[in-house]
Every structure is written in structure tokens, then in C-alpha cells.
């Protein structure tokens, strides 16, 4: 009987002890932390928890809570910013102070182990963040609660969100392609080089500036040469700024900085471009159809911006090529509400003696009065002297108040002056040629996010572009001749632009944009005391601009559609201009691109005003008028393909421009041709197909690009039939190879294209010994060949932020002569007339260097 009692204790205390511990162990699923509190407030005797009630709301907990160990609290508030004291028989919940946190790592692409530069690593609360090196590492310090999440994303992969406390050993991390994005290939990345993708609205190819120039030798550090990469896209004269977009003129281009009109993106005569490189974050080339909000242009788009968001330290940088110094500056000044950013470039001091500019010089002057003259400066009987200079800074102030406002402004200069002095000693000449040019922009705006579903944007963009040429010549103190030639153009725009996010696959945009242009243009000539000033232009054009625009986006299906109206209030005209793009994913991998357009321009370039005296072009800017000339009207059509897969790169696209509206007193003929006639009217045609092709074997790199075209004018009274256009060229082909050794870049490029046409005369008449020509450009100079080599080191300070680059060039590594232009002239220094000619050629071997130190 003792024996039973006592075996019946026994099995009840096991019982009661079973029981006791399956309390200790309490299972949870999604539960909210007010109910676990409470539930091991049951469990438990002794605990209560102290809290208030709004610090644990948002938290719910899942997993299962040992509540005879000693961590167990510790494992419920892992995820939280929470802490906890205990205090006699109470625990106590509190949110803790932010900590010290080092988060580090290196970004690999999972197919190719191959590091991802400039990945982007950002905290949930986008307090803190940084890119990943060359190298693909990051590090970088935050103050931060235990529970903050950190996001790594990169263009085209799975973005990957981690713990910052499992961040801090420095982990390999490996990224996947995104096959929900790209596996049906609407959207390329790594188009031409990681940091250009093509595929976004209306199949813009979009280069993060930033990236490029940081990771690729083959990048220059000037932004229009760099489009110069893409198919479809030279400069016939090798400069930045004078660039064709498939077959059109350089005028005939949107150049875009911060939202502003350019009109003369280029410093040194169009050789360098003005726009700072160091600073700009994004560049948005469009070659064919593009996007309803922009205006008033009938051929492509180079749209530049700077960062769009706030900076969380400070960063800047320093450093000097052969033609100008640079430095740049971007300082946070309230946290996560206020930031910005100045950077400012200067041409080098002439008494350098720059190799690099005196190669530009040599391209720029020849076959003007300053190289006619050199001969004669060389051997004493006059004497010459030139200055130069050249400037621009910018600056962008972002304010973000609220989480749904953002307020920028951004203003933008840049200047060139050039100054030619002679004199001739025996007979106490003096002339002086001054060419001045400056650009002013400003701009303002102010974005709301009403709701998750609309956002809307209210901006003011000014800008100013001002010409001035003036020449004088003097005899003994007194003038005898002088000329000038005046144009300035001041643009302003107010618009208001909403977005409609219907659905993640659906959109609209809805805006207007009132436009007012104010365009002058005169010379002044003052002989022997007869002054002679004429108003060619002063023209005030108002636009009423209404548009809409829509995106559809569905995994292997992309539409962009839209529709711009413009009403010229002055002309009491209306245009109508619709836009369509398509791109189709056939099957992983291969996608199918199409587009068409109507497109205006009220706004364009005159060529006869536009050699000065000195020699050099110019172009100046007027405002088409209905009772001389007619606006610009484009038809755009293109069609192609696009296969990207393991490093192979396939593009190709065929397009048609036909565009009316041209008239002989636009940049389309060589100056040297005259067509007796004072204004003529017609039209081009441009057909190509453009063609790239790329592989990728890490570390090594190469591309093909290949343009064929033809580009005809046609303007029936002057002849029948149409004839070759100034900037035809044929066949247009390039090849880069580009290697990559640890931080060194090494990068060798080859360009072919077919020579350009020009007139031949064919006799001299009229009392003036005007050149007669039966036929227009039927001729053409020598082909075009130059190879380019550049190496590049990148490195950094050890324990520091501060990284360095080092870069040399040569251009034309082989020293071939290129001619661009073949210009005609009557020399009648003799009783009899003839028929001269000078042909120009583009750059000769010339070195670039470039050294800079950032952090």
C-alpha cells in the first residue's frame, strides 16, 4: 500500500512538472505583441511587463519563446527597435538610442562572379547609404536602431534586404538577374557598359553618368562626346557640341540641363562640351521619338540632370585635365531635408602652353584670319596677339520638408571669350576680333505627392544664351570699319505636370506648358562713316503647350503613346503632334521595338549670318516666321530588334526622318555655296539602320557599332532632283575594345566613315565673281580613319574616403589627316579671276590627361 501511494505521488508530480514546462514553451504565429505579452504574463508569476501601448503595436512575433532561458526576451525583441530593464518584478520596454553600426560588404553578379560597381546599398529609413567601389565592396558607418533593414538594389537584378547586424563581417553578396523584369528583355541593361540600360519610355537609352565615368576608361569625361558612342549618334567635325542624330543638324537637337534649354552646350568653339561632367547623375538620349513633354525640336534628345536626392554626407572632388580645372562640392545641411551641391570648371591659363588646346586651336583657326595671318606674325611684320578663356559652375538645392514635397532649384552659367588683336607696325593698322559667348539658367520646382496615386509638380525654367561678335579696324587711331553682330535669346516656360499611377502596370501624365521666347538678332556696320544697322529678328513667340502621355508596362509588353498640342499665339497657329512606341518581348531574350511620331519646330539656326569676320562659324538663333519661313515639321518611323543574353548584345534598328521646313538660310549648306536665290524652301530625308553588337568576357570587352544611311535634300527649284546633304555619310563604323586589369582600364578604338560630300564649281559670274555651281555635293573628301588609346588607373587612400583617377589619351594615335570641309573662293588679286580652294582637316594626334581626387 506504501509502495502504490508512493508510486502515485510520483507520476503526479512528472504530471504537474509535464504540465509546468509546456508553459515554459509557448509557440506564436504572427501574433501581435500585445497578445505575447500577455500570454507570458500568464505563464509566468513574477513578470509584468511595463510598456506603452503605442511602442508595440506595429510589431508582431513569430517563433517560440523558452521562457526558462535566460535570452528569451532578448529573442522577442530582435526584430524591434525595443529594449528592456527589469526592476524588481516588473520589465520595463523602452525604445532604445541608436547605435554606432559599420555595415560593409562586396556585391558579385551571381552568373559571372564578377563584382557590381556602384550598386546601391540604402537603409529602409534612407537615412544612410552609399554605392559599392569598382571593386564592388562598400563600407560605410550609420547611426541606426539594432532592427534597421539595409537594401541592396542594382539596375536589372533582385534587390536583397538584410539585417544591418549580419552585415557587419564583410559577406560576399551575390545578386540574381531579375527574370520578372528582364527575363522577357523589355528593359536592357549593361546596354553598351554596366551603367547604360535601353528599354525605358520610348526605348531611351538612359547612362548613369556617375557609374560610367568611374568604372570605364573608354568614357570620356565630357558628356556629348560620350553619346557619340551610341549608333546613330557623331560629330561630323569631331567637336561635342556640333552633333547629328541620324542624319539631322546640331540645331535641330534638344540639349537639356536640368530641365533647360541649351543653346550652346560647348565651350571653345563647340570643342569641349560645357556641361560638367563630375557632377551629373543621369543622361536620357533619345535618337528617334520621344516623349510629349519635350518641345520644340524635330531631331533627338540629350537630357542631363543632376542627383534627385538628398545627400547624407558630404562629398567632394578636385582635379585638372590639359584644358580646365574642376572641383565640386555637395554638403547635407539639415538631415534627410536639405542639400546642396556646387561644382565650377576654368579654362587653364593660356601661358601653359596646354598641348591639348593648342591642338584645338590648330583645328578651330585654320583657313581663318588667324592662321592667314600666322605667316606673317612668324616673320615679324605683324604682330598678333590672342586670349581665351572659358568657364562654368552650377549649383542644385534640394529641400524636402515633407515626405510628400520636394522643392528644387538649380541655376547654371557658362562663358567663352576670345579675343584676337593685330597689328602692322609700318602702317599703324590694329584690328581686334571679339567673340563673346554666355548662358544663363535657372530653374525652380516644387513636387507633391497628393496621394500614392497622383503626383504633381509645378516648375519655372528660364534660360539665356547670348552671342556677341564685334570687329574693328583702326588706322592711325582712327576706325575706318567696324561690324558686330548681336543675338541673345531668352526662354522662359512655366508648366504644371501631374502623374496618374492607375495601377503597378498602368499610368497617365497630363500637363501644360506655357512657353515665351524673346529672340533678337542684328548686326551693325560702320564704313568710312556710313553706318549701316539693320534688325534682322527680334521676335516675341508665345506657345501654348497642352499634353498627355500614358504607359503601359506588362512583363513582355511595353506602350508609350501621348499627344502634344501647341498653339503659336503670335501666328495664330495650331499643331497637333502624336507619338507612339512599342516594344514586344518575342521570347526571353529577344524583344521587338517599334515607333512613330509628328513632331514641330518653331526655332532654328541661320548659316549666312554665321561665319564673322574672323572666320569661324557661328550660327546664330531666329524664330520662324510665316511670311519668310515656315517651322520645321518631322515624320518618324523606326523599327527593330533587340537580342541580349550572356554577354551577347545584338541591336538592331531601322528608321526613316523626313522633315519640312528647311530653307537655304538654314545650317544645310557649306557657306561657300551660293544659290543666287535669297530664300528657297524644301525638305530632307534621312533612312538608315543602325547596328550594335557587344560581347562580354569578364574582364574584356568589345563592341561593334554600324550606321548605314543616306541623308538627301530636296529643294526642287534649285534642283530637280534631290542631292547628298552636307552631313551624309554612308557607312559609319567604330570598334572599342575595352580590358580591365585589377584598377587599371585599358581601351583601344577604331572609327571608319565614308568621306563627306561637298560642291565643286563649275565657273564665275556676275559682276561680284559669285561661284556658279550646276550641281550640289556630288563630290567627297577622303574617307575618315582614327584610332584612339587611353589607359586609366583608379585607386584609394588607405583608411580613408579619398579615392583618385588617373587618365591619358591620345587621339588620332596615328596622326591621320581627316578633311571635314572643301570650301571654294574666287581669288582676284590678278586681272583674271580663278578658282581657289581650302580644306579643312579635323584633329591631329592630340593628348588629353586628366588627374582628380574625390571622397
Known amino acids: 500500500m506504501n509502495r502504490l501511494l508512493c508510486l502515485l505521488v510520483i507520476l503526479f508530480g512528472l504530471n504537474i512538472g509535464q504540465t509546468y514546462g509546456q508553459k515554459k514553451k509557448i509557440s506564436f504565429q504572427n501574433t501581435p505583441f500585445v497578445e505575447v505579452l500577455q500570454q507570458i504574463e500568464q505563464a509566468q508569476i513574477t513578470p509584468t511587463f511595463n510598456y506603452a501601448p503605442d511602442l508595440v503595436q506595429e510589431f508582431i512575433f513569430t517563433g517560440v519563446l ?74 560605410f558607418s550609420c547611426k541606426a536602431y539594432k532592427n534597421q533593414t539595409i537594401q541592396i538594389s542594382y539596375l536589372g537584378y533582385q534587390s536583397k534586404r538584410f539585417d544591418l547586424r549580419k552585415l557587419q563581417d564583410c559577406p560576399k553578396i551575390y545578386l540574381e538577374i531579375d527574370g520578372d523584369l528582364l527575363g522577357q528583355e523589355i528593359i536592357v541593361t549593361d546596354y553598351l557598359l554596366d551603367g547604360i540600360t535601353e528599354g525605358a519610355a520610348y526605348s531611351e537609352v538612359e547612362m548613369n553618368y556617375d557609374q560610367l565615368s568611374k568604372s570605364h576608361s573608354v568614357v570620356e569625361h565630357d558628356i556629348l562626346k560620350t553619346t557619340q558612342f551610341l549608333p546613330g549618334i557623331t560629330s561630323i567635325d569631331e567637336s561635342a557640341s556640333n552633333i547629328q542624330i541620324r542624319g539631322g543638324t546640331a540645331d535641330q537637337n534638344l540639349i537639356l540641363w536640368e530641365g533647360n534649354t541649351i543653346y550652346n552646350p560647348g565651350h571653345f568653339f563647340g570643342m569641349i562640351s560645357a556641361i560638367n561632367p563630375f557632377v551629373v547623375d543621369k543622361v536620357e538620349v533619345y535618337k528617334g521619338v520621344f516623349d510629349p513633354r519635350f518641345d520644340n525640336r524635330v531631331g533627338g534628345i540629350i537630357d542631363m540632370s543632376l542627383q534627385d536626392s538628398i545627400s547624407t554626407q558630404i562629398k567632394a572632388g578636385a582635379g585638372s585635365t590639359l584644358s580646365e580645372s574642376h572641383a565640386y562640392l ?13 561644382s565650377g570648371r576654368h579654362s587653364l591659363s593660356p601661358w601653359l602652353g596646354s598641348p591639348t588646346i593648342g591642338k584645338y586651336a590648330d583645328k578651330v583657326f585654320q583657313a581663318t584670319r588667324v592662321s592667314d595671318q600666322q605667316e606673317d606674325v612668324d616673320l615679324g611684320f605683324l604682330d598678333a596677339e590672342q586670349f581665351q578663356q572659358f568657364y562654368d559652375w552650377n549649383a542644385k538645392l534640394i529641400f524636402r520638408p515633407t515626405k510628400r514635397m520636394t522643392f528644387k532649384t538649380g541655376y547654371f552659367t557658362s562663358s567663352n571669350q576670345f579675343n584676337y588683336d593685330a597689328t602692322i607696325f609700318e602702317e599703324r593698322l590694329f584690328t581686334r576680333d571679339d567673340v563673346y559667348f554666355q548662358t544663363i539658367a535657372f530653374n525652380a520646382s516644387l513636387a507633391v505627392q497628393v496621394s500614392p496615386k497622383w503626383e504633381t509638380t509645378f516648375a519655372f525654367v528660364q534660360s539665356y544664351y547670348q552671342n556677341d561678335y564685334n570687329f574693328i579696324f583702326i588706322e592711325e587711331e582712327e576706325p575706318l570699319y567696324s561690324n558686330s553682330v548681336f543675338n541673345d535669346i531668352d526662354d522662359q516656360s512655366w508648366k504644371w505636370e501631374n502623374r496618374f499611377f492607375v495601377s503597378p502596370s498602368l499610368s497617365f501624365q497630363l500637363g501644360y506648358d506655357y512657353n515665351y521666347k524673346d529672340v533678337n538678332f542684328n548686326f551693325f556696320i560702320e564704313e568710312e562713316d556710313e553706318p549701316d544697322y539693320e534688325d534682322m529678328n527680334f521676335v516675341e513667340a508665345h506657345f501654348h503647350n497642352a499634353y498627355g502621355a500614358f504607359n503601359y508596362e506588362k512583363k513582355n509588353l511595353r506602350i508609350d503613346g501621348g499627344l502634344r498640342l501647341t498653339y503659336y499665339q503670335e501666328e495664330e497657329r495650331a499643331v497637333a503632334s502624336p507619338r507612339l512606341n512599342l516594344q514586344y518581348a518575342l521570347r526571353p531574350h529577344l524583344k521587338l521595338k517599334a515607333a512613330t511620331g509628328v513632331f514641330y519646330q518653331f526655332i532654328s539656326q541661320l548659316q549666312q549670318f554665321g561665319e564673322n569676320d574672323l572666320g569661324v562659324d557661328n550660327p ?54 551660293n544659290l543666287f536665290e535669297e530664300f528657297e524652301t524644301g525638305s530632307s530625308e534621312s533612312i538608315g539602320l543602325d547596328v550594335l553588337f557587344k560581347k562580354r568576357w569578364n574582364p574584356y570587352t568589345i563592341w561593334f557599332n554600324y550606321s548605314l544611311s543616306r541623308v538627301k535634300f530636296f529643294f526642287p527649284t534649285i534642283v530637280e532632283d534631290g542631292f547628298a546633304a552636307t552631313n551624309d555619310q554612308r557607312h559609319n563604323f567604330s570598334i572599342v575594345n575595352s580590358f580591365k586589369y585589377k584598377s587599371w582600364n585599358f581601351a583601344l578604338s577604331g572609327q571608319y566613315r565614308t568621306g563627306l560630300p561637298y560642291s565643286v564649281p563649275v565657273g564665275i559670274m556676275g559682276m561680284y565673281n559669285d561661284l556658279y555651281f550646276e550641281n550640289f555635293n556630288n563630290y567627297r573628301l577622303a574617307d575618315y580613319i582614327r584610332l584612339d588609346f587611353n589607359i586609366h588607373y583608379r585607386f584609394g587612400i588607405k583608411d580613408t574616403r579619398l579615392k583618385g583617377e588617373f587618365s591619358a589619351s591620345i587621339v588620332n594615335l596615328f596622326n591621320r589627316t581627316n578633311p571635314f570641309s572643301r570650301e571654294y573662293f574666287v581669288e582676284d588679286d590678278e586681272e583674271i579671276a580663278s578658282i581657289s580652294f581650302v580644306e579643312k582637316g579635323l584633329l591631329q594626334r592630340t593628348p588629353s590627361v586628366l588627374i582628380r581626387f574625390y571622397w
Do not use: M
Open 620 to 673: 546664330v538663333w531666329i524664330i520662324s516666321r510665316t511670311e519668310t519661313d515656315s517651322a520645321q515639321k518631322a515624320n518618324k518611323l523606326s523599327a527593330g530588334l533587340v537580342y541580349h543574353h550572356k554577354g551577347w548584345l545584338l541591336d538592331v534598328e531601322a528608321y526613316r526622318h523626313y522633315i519640312s521646313g528647311l530653307n537655304t538660310i538654314n545650317p544645310i549648306f557649306n557657306s561657300s555655296v
Open 66 to 139: 523558452d521562457l526558462e532561458q535566460d535570452n528569451y526576451l532578448n529573442k522577442l525583441l530582435y526584430d524591434t527597435n525595443l529594449d528592456f530593464e527589469i526592476h524588481q518584478k516588473s520589465i520595463l520596454l523602452f525604445v532604445e538610442e541608436k547605435k554606432d553600426w559599420r555595415i560593409c560588404g562586396t556585391i558579385i553578379d551571381q552568373e559571372f562572379k564578377s563584382p557590381l560597381a556602384f550598386a546601391t546599398i540604402i537603409s529602409d529609413d534612407h537615412l544612410a547609404g552609399t554605392q559599392s567601389n569598382e571593386q564592388g565592396f562598400f563600407d
Open 330 to 342: 555637395d554638403v547635407p545641411l539639415l538631415d534627410n531635408t536639405l542639400s546642396i551641391l556646387a
